[in-house]
């Protein structure tokens, strides 16, 4: 089986070569896909993300849920943290902010920090990802560091985790380490896995 490494690489390549339109019209169908979902719609708080390196683009999923009355939490890096997320809610027009890695976040001081224990649904991005919820990220380990105590909680105590990403980056099996936080669900363009 390859390393971690080397899937992450050839999934990155293989994500990054959509074209624009492409990327465009298969994020609007996994959109399509979980806004139909009883999670999606139960839910009242959710944390998304703003994409980059060709990842799946949620902000369908984002103007949906703000047209429901949701509010819609994104990722901020934990300022003297090692590798580590808060969340801020993000509105509709608010100004955002360029982080060391060149990723918009939401101006901390302009509003609301959430605990992650109180977000109902949490949208990963991901690389690429088995039907067991495993989920290779960037390599970093910012959801799972971020996550951790998901471990340590009753499964009806937690956020959903649910990954978002093309069909194209399910792969057969991913070796796990025990640090890593499992999905309990991914959305694809094509259909909603729930984790085995």
Known sequence: MDSRDQLRRRARQQRQSLSPAENARLSSLACSIFCNHPWFRNSHKIAAFFPIDGEINPDLLVE????????????VLKPGSANALWFHEYRPGDRLLTNRFGINEPDPLKRTRISPMALDIVLTPLVCFDASGTRLGMGGGYYDRSFSHLRRRNRWFKPKMIGIAFDSQKLNRIPSENWDIPLDAIVSDKQMYIAD
């Open 64 to 75: 949906r849920a703000w047209a429901m009355g949701k509010r819609c939490y994104f990722p």
